[in-house]
Every structure is written in structure tokens, then in C-alpha cells.
């Protein structure tokens, strides 16, 4: 495993850029999976996407409790509600933004063992998943915020 560099900058094009769907699941799909979540333990953050790592590959981490949920290729299958969600991105240090999020989220994807699965996701989960999807559409949650803070 190998701690990556987060993009820092949301000029970066690699930000900005669509990513591509993972065809097949393989050790190298293992080895970005599991650098990315050395990447995102030792960033703090509780989310990355494969291109804030500056690969386009339809990647995800989420942080659950104590645990990290490794998506590949995930679509937002159905969301439900709204909730204001106030988050920050590992790609933007200082800056915050006042989201609308939806409150509840179920979320398509493949596991690790390229076997499709559904995750259901409510509130704080649910906004940090689609936060990661939006990502891989080029997507930053400055984007979206109905109001930016800056920390500084």
C-alpha cells in the first residue's frame, strides 16, 4: 500500500474531468482501492474519489464508524428527502460548503469481488456518498453550495 497525493487545487483538470467506468476488477483495481484507503486514513478525510488522486477510474472510499466501504463504479440508484449537509473536501483545504443533500441514498455498486451490491445510506452517509460520486463526474461540492465558508 502506498499513501497517494490529493489534488489540492480545484483548477486541477483532473478534478474536473468525467471518470471512466472500471471494466474489470483486478489486482490492480485491488492495489488503487487499498492505496486509496491508506491515502484517505492518513488525509483524516471521511471520503475519495479515485480523482482527487489524479486517476479517472470510477473508484470510491467512504468512511463508515470505523470501517471503509470500497466502491466500484457506483451509481446513485434512488434518493429520498433533502437535508442541508455541511462538508468540506480533502481536495479543498480551509473551504466549506452549505449543501443540499438528499437525506436518505441507496447506492449501486461492485465490491472488491466484482459482485454487484446495494448499500442503503441516511443523512450523514448518504450526503458523503453522493459528495464522492459527484466527484467522479467532475463535480467539486463548491459546485453545488448554496453558501462557501472559508477557514482560513
Known amino acids: 500500500m502506498a499513501v497517494r497525493d490529493i489534488i489540492m ?56 464508524e470505523m470501517k471503509y466501504i470500497k466502491l466500484i463504479n457506483p451509481v446513485l440508484v434512488k434518493s429520498a428527502g433533502e437535508q442541508i449537509s455541511f462538508e468540506g473536501c480533502l481536495s479543498l483545504p480551509g473551504i466549506y460548503g452549505v449543501i443540499r443533500r438528499p437525506e436518505f441514498a441507496v447506492i449501486g455498486a461492485l465490491d472488491t469481488e466484482g459482485k454487484p451490491f446495494e448499500i442503503k445510506a441516511v ?26 465558508i472559508s477557514g482560513g
Open 9 to 64: 487545487d480545484p483548477a486541477d483538470k483532473a478534478l474536473r474531468r468525467k471518470a471512466e467506468s472500471v471494466d474489470r476488477v483486478d489486482k490492480n483495481v485491488l492495489k488503487l482501492l487499498e492505496d486509496m484507503t491508506e491515502t484517505l486514513q492518513n488525509a483524516g478525510g471521511n471520503g475519495l474519489a479515485a480523482p482527487q488522486i489524479g486517476v479517472l477510474s470510477r473508484l470510491i472510499i467512504v468512511k463508515k
Open 123 to 148: 443523512r450523514h452517509l448518504a450526503a458523503a456518498f453522493v459528495h464522492e460520486i459527484d466527484h467522479l463526474d467532475g463535480i467539486l461540492m463548491i459546485d453545488k453550495a448554496v453558501r462557501i
